[in-house]
């Protein structure tokens, strides 16, 4: 009996070690055996969240992002303050505007409904965002996302401060946070045609309200200015702008930029190549955005996915799923959560 005891013990410690969240395989259809459709439901959920309110799907893409940069995609972003840890990675100032948690939730809801304690919300952030891309570049930007990952236990609101690039960083302080994640220059342009979709809050480049016209064009800069209140947004007066000039009202890109007025379109908040046009026209948000203009290697990327739609979507695909393999730091413990704001051991 004691023996049988102590095997059973031995087995069940082998399992939990196999738990361990970092450097596990992940495989393209992973959940195939497990629970059947679980890509098709979170598309659906995605979709129609999306129909409802597109920045979700801004949220959904910045959101994959957010979780992968800090501690590898394990969900670390998603864990809500606890009595057991009063700093999680949301309070960080990086994740100033974070959004998209109730469509996971959503998802990870109709999920444990249909298959209990199976579907990590790892891989649930990586199928909406590659989901929600697809939506928003109406089916340019497509590709098959690996699913295997894990949910981290641990999660620091310092690890956000320091792992997420800064907005006014300038193209040194961005090349060496992509690298230090193992991501080319040519990448971090790559990645960062993201912001062609969703918005930002005026405090994120409040910078950019008084740069010189050699770093912003002077139209776009009053246009910012007006829609800021002034030069000097803050915290409690902080109005939220889009990322993507084009996706402005009309009226006022014309007053504001009159040779940008063509591109203000009806529909709004498509995920494409636009932000390299834009950021040849110098008439992007972030400081790290015009950053990108002045190294000969990043200006020369910026220029060639202006020319060539094609090869952003392709390229940027890619980079996400390079993104979404980032793994978590070796020996981590990781789990299956039940409810995706919460470690397991927290709930009783
Ligand atoms: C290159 C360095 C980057 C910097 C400095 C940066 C910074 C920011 C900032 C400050 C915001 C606005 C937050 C706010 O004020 O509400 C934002 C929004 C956003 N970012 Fe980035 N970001 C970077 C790269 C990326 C990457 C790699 C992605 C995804 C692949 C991404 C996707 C987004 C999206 C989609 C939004 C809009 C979110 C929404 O509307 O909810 N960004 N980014
Ligand atoms: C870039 O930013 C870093 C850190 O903020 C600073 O130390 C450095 O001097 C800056 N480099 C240039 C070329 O401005
Ligand atoms: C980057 O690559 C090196 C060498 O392959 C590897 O040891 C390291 O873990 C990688 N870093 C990340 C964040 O994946
Ligand atoms: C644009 O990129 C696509 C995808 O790589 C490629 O097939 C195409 O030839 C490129 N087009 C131009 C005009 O260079």
Not at 76 to 99: D, F, T, W, Y
Not at 258 to 270: C, H, I, L, M
Request: proline share 3%.
């Amino acid at each position: 009996m004691v023996k049988l005891v102590c095997f059973v013990v031995v087995v069940f410690m082998a399992a939990a070690a196999a738990m361990a969240g970092a450097d596990r395989e992940l495989k393209v259809g992973y959940y195939e055996k497990t629970c059947k459709d679980v890509e098709k439901i979170v598309n659906s959920i995605v979709v129609n969240s999306i129909k409802s309110n597109r920045g979700k799907g801004a949220g959904l893409v910045r959101l994959l992002f957010h979780d992968c940069f800090v501690r590898g995609c394990d969900a670390s972003v998603l864990l809500e303050k606890s009595e057991m840890n009063m700093h999680p990675e949301k309070e960080s100032q990086a994740n100033i505007g974070i959004r998209g948690m109730d469509v996971i939730d959503a998802i990870k809801a109709a999920l444990e409904a249909r298959c209990p304690n199976t579907v990590s919300c790892a891989d649930i952030i990586a199928y909406a965002a590659r989901d929600a891309s697809r939506y928003l570049s109406r089916g340019g930007v497509d590709f098959p996302v690996p699913g295997g990952r894990l949910d981290g236990v641990v999660s620091r609101s310092r690890d956000a401060d320091a792992f997420l690039p800064d907005s006014a960083a300038n193209l040194t302080g961005l090349v060496r946070n992509f690298r230090r994640k193992n991501f080319t220059v040519e990448e971090l342009v790559i990645l960062s045609g993201a912001h062609s979709i969703g918005v930002t809050h005026c405090t994120s480049f409040a910078g950019r309200l008084t740069a010189p016209d050699a770093q912003i064009n002077p139209g776009y800069r009053n246009l910012l200015v007006s829609k800021c209140g002034g030069v000097s947004p803050t915290a409690t007066n902080n109005h939220v702008v889009v990322n993507n000039v084009r996706d402005e009202d009309g009226a006022a890109v014309a007053r504001a930029m009159p040779g940008f007025a063509a591109r203000v379109r009806k529909a709004r908040d498509y995920l494409d190549n636009s932000y390299y046009h834009n950021n040849l026209a110098m008439a992007v948000t972030f400081h790290a955005d015009w950053a990108l203009l002045t190294g000969k290697e990043a200006r020369g990327h910026v220029v060639e996915y202006a020319k060539n739609a094609t090869l952003w979507n392709v390229d940027f695909g890619d980079a996400l799923v390079k993104l979404s393999k980032l793994a978590m730091p070796a020996g981590s413990k990781g789990e299956i959560r039940t409810k995706c704001s919460a470690v397991n051991s927290y709930h009783h």
